[in-house]
């Protein structure tokens, strides 16, 4: 069982920055993929970005949806049970509350992940 509980949501303009972080207790979280979505009134919850886990042997460590590659970072900090998405360039359209998810294996699914967050509220003003 692992819980998960992310911080660092706010209002920003468009154009600037936030960074979002997930800290996982309980369990091994270097075991664990981490991923981040994202829900916006009246839409589905979306796959923003995911990273495996630390042990992996893949190469290929990331996955990013169109909408936000280049734009947004994940990355995690194994000391520190934490999962981190750093997003920069932010659009209106990046307004949602965003998740952080964990399981056994990088998916772009939501419906792969067994652990969530509470959610972080971001909103990007025009």
């Known amino acids: 069982q692992v819980q998960l509980v992310e911080s660092g949501g706010g209002l920003v303009q468009a154009g600037g920055s936030l960074r979002l972080s997930c800290v996982a207790s309980?369990?091994?979280?270097?075991?664990?993929?981490m991923g981040w979505f994202r829900q916006a009134p009246g839409k589905e919850r979306e796959f923003v970005a995911a990273i495996r886990a630390a042990f992996s042997w893949r190469a290929t460590s990331t996955a990013y949806a169109n909408s936000v590659k280049g734009r947004f970072t994940i990355s995690r900090d194994n000391a520190k049970s934490t999962v981190y998405l750093q997003m920069n360039s932010l659009k209106p359209e990046d307004t949602a509350v965003y998740y952080c998810?964990?399981?056994?294996?990088?998916?772009?699914?939501?419906?792969?992940?067994?652990?969530w967050g509470q959610g972080t509220q971001v909103t990007v003003s025009s």
């Open positions: 309980s369990g091994t979280f270097s075991n664990y993929a």
């Open positions: 998810a964990a399981d056994e294996r990088l998916a772009t699914s939501s419906y792969e992940y067994a652990y």
